[in-house]
């Protein structure tokens, strides 16, 4: 397993899985009396929406370290592309919602976003970019013409 096989695409994923999970812990919404309210407080579907695009993308990762045909890694993009996609929009909810009467939101809320677009964009690239060969390729000899 080597980290110098993941390409562009796959990096910028990481650092938006990275960035998902690290909103989870960071303040999200301030709300006056009760306090200030993380990810956990508000767990609901948008997070879990967020959840599944932080695992797909943690997938993509590990298919492109493991594997060594092209086929998991791509299958793996096309669904993380599919659930970025819904935690972009998990998280575009997330920016405008404000659950328990919150009258701020906070720095969670924008890193969660930042990172879903980080998986979506790092995804897409994924499927745009050729992989390099694990091998050099074959070059037959020529058959002797007649």
Do not use: K
Not at 51 to 60: F, G, K, R, T
Not at 117 to 123: C, N, S, Y
């Amino acid at each position: 397993m080597s980290f110098r096989r993941l390409r562009f695409g796959e990096l910028l994923g990481l650092i938006g899985a990275i960035c998902v999970i690290a909103s989870l812990f960071v303040r999200s919404y301030s709300a006056g009396a009760l306090g200030d309210l993380d990810a956990w407080n508000t767990f609901g579907p948008a997070v879990v929406l967020e959840l599944a695009a932080v695992c797909a993308a943690l997938a993509m990762v590990l298919s492109a370290l493991t594997e060594r045909s092209p086929a998991l890694p791509v299958s793996s993009a096309v669904w993380c592309v599919l659930l970025g996609l819904i935690g972009v929009i998990a998280a575009l909810v997330r920016v405008f919602e404000r659950p328990d009467h919150a009258t701020e939101v906070c720095f969670g809320v924008y890193l969660a976003l930042a990172g879903s677009v980080a998986i979506l964009l790092g995804a897409w690239q994924v499927l745009r970019d050729e992989r390099p060969s694990m091998y050099t390729p074959a070059r037959p000899e020529p058959r002797p013409r007649p």
